[in-house]
């Protein structure tokens, strides 16, 4: 196993559509092998999801690590994650509303851009064994699988900013000052 390097903006392979994971062959070595350096990759950049593509391999398969802060009064809050391997996964909007959020890439290291996106999703896919999932997401999760499924159809954040001047480097981003600025307060 081993890190992989991450693919960055301008490379036209993140610009492709990835194909399909025939699902006879999610359990064979070279898929294992794949979403476990997909794990490593990700942890490596501490990122919070990675999709295939990033690093050069054109198949419909993502890995997040959803975060979550937890805590009680025994302690301080903790980090702890769930991670999770998601293949051909399929999205259905089920609402029209949206929210905006913040967004980073691994392949746009540095930047951030506030997209807004549907709130609620049905989200379908296989999991690492093969078996199917289906389920309702909202909320920060939705923005991470929304943008890692993006991914496989050759679709990046910046090309859904809200608005191209809410963007920029993460060491200069003043983001309410830009909010402002942009709504014309
Ligand atoms: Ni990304």
């Not at 937890?70 to 089920?94: C, F, H, M, W």
Request: charged residues 30%; glycine residues 8%; hydrophobic residues 40%.
């Amino acid at each position: 196993m081993s890190v992989l390097p991450i693919l960055k903006a301008g490379n036209p392979l993140l610009r492709q559509h990835a194909e399909p994971v025939d699902p006879s062959s999610i359990g064979s070595a070279e898929i294992r092998r794949l979403i476990d350096e997909m794990f490593e990759t990700m942890a490596a950049a501490r990122g919070q999801g990675l999709a295939a593509p990033q690093v050069g391999v054109l198949k419909r398969i993502i890995v997040v690590r959803l975060f979550s802060s937890t805590g009680d009064e025994d302690g301080p809050a903790e980090e702890s994650y769930t991670d999770r391997v998601l293949i051909n996964p399929q999205i259905k909007l089920l609402e029209e509303a949206r929210q905006g959020s913040w967004e980073g890439c691994l392949s746009l290291p540095g930047l951030a851009g506030f997209v807004e996106r549907p709130r609620k999703i049905r989200l379908s896919f296989l999991d690492e064994k093969g078996r199917p999932h289906d389920e309702t997401v909202r909320g920060y999760e939705a923005v991470v699988y929304q943008h890692e499924c993006d991914h496989l159809d050759g679709v990046l954040y910046i090309d859904r900013l809200a608005d191209s001047r809410l963007f920029g480097f993460d060491e200069d981003l003043d983001t309410k000052a830009l909010r402002a600025l942009v709504s014309g307060r």
